[in-house]
């Protein structure tokens, strides 16, 4: 028997694409352009978009116009999104059918989200039901036009909905998927149209309830939808396009010798993710890590640049200290008193008025003399914090079992983010050692056992300096020998 010579080597990719990479008639044309590149390279290829940057906000500062007097604002929003899908369609669709048939379909979307206006504005308020399918107009436009581009291209595509591959429950603008059912769905809907070599272009964001409501799944989340469409076809690599090249070491505009990190474990990013790098969405990494597929993060504008892959293991060489992150606009706030000894119950309650508020907690640290517990919280939400916790203690503050409780000024956290941390002795005493002799004080300390991170809890005035200082500590990993 015979082998024929087929350039195609590789089976599933998924391409999941962001605001940035779609905003405009040039981002979607170098968009259209790794598509066709890729096409040849591989047997199935699968389109997750966003849509166009700042569209999502638009379309929910639409819905939040409540009053009559504001319909003009409306419309003008309205008459802003259409010339923007319009700018693209002109520049990238020139098939005449194509695009009239897209345009048709964006002005449509339009309406009905102006129409779900008005209601809103009749009724006075709104649910996050109305809100979930307002928002889900921007990715239901955007695939419209890329799918349409695409074909300009030569190459055979087909809008799909994620409504009708994602199934989840009713938690609208944060939903959960339902992974089981959401997996056969979209191998059924999937299957037959790869199986024609037409390239899917999805919806990202969106899904929907059982009863077929549209949900979406939280503020950026299509690359969740990304990581759980690969997921379940399996694909066999997912990558994630954006603006910039990768996981960066820092961020640029602070430290501008930052570069990219170019292997990055599963937890290194979950920390990274927590930690402010808003490049991947820390949803996404599950589904992929349990599937076993490869994760890469790219720059739609640079696409020969390797960006950042993502691993489950990672090697010796691929370096200890990998990124160092920021949170910033937080406050430590302090329980503190000689009575707190070996008293159980204390932190429970703490976080338990904590969450009450619906605040998070980024920092928590407790000696082990057990006579303080400080953790931080966002300035906005301190002085309620203080309130709430003054009131739960009332009684041991009474008896002076707790002798205060109290908030920092403004500071902010730096994390040092590394698994190879783990292995390495000595990265502590480098980390306090570069900080004291740059004169940065450290307030406090949290490292968590999976010693994946060191967080660092800085006064706001000197966390600029503190991540230039500790930037010098990463070391480029080892070349591969
Ligand atoms: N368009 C949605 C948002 O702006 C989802 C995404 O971009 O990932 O949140
Ligand atoms: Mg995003």
Redesign the pocket.
Known sequence: MTSTLSPIINQTLVLKF??TSVGTADAMRQVVSIIKIEKQQWKNIVVVT??LSG???TLLKMASYLTADQSGILEESANDLIRRHDEIAKSLIYDEVLFQSAIQEVNEIIKQVLNLCQAISVLGESTPRVMDTI?SA??RMCVRLLAAAIQTAGIPAEVVEATRLIVTDDHYTDAHPDLAKSKLMTCEVLTPILAKGIVPVIT??IASTKNGNIT?LG?????YSAALIGAALPADDVWIYTDVNGVMTADPQLVPDAATVPVCSYREIAELAYYGAKVL?PKTIRPVIEAGIGLRVCNTFNPSHPGTRLVAELNARDGVIKAITTVRGLQLVTLEGRGMLGVPGVAARTFDTVAKLGTSVPLITQASSEQSICFAVPVATVNRVLQMLTTAFAHEIESRDIDRVWATEEVGIVSVVGEGMRATPGIAGRIFTALGENEVNVIAIAQGSSEVSISLVIKADSIQKAIRVLHYLIQPPNPAT
Not at 219 to 223: A, C, E, L, N, Q
């Open positions: 962001g605001g966003s849509a569209v999502t906000d928002a921007g990715e990202g964001f979406t503020r950026g989340g299509s690359d969405h």
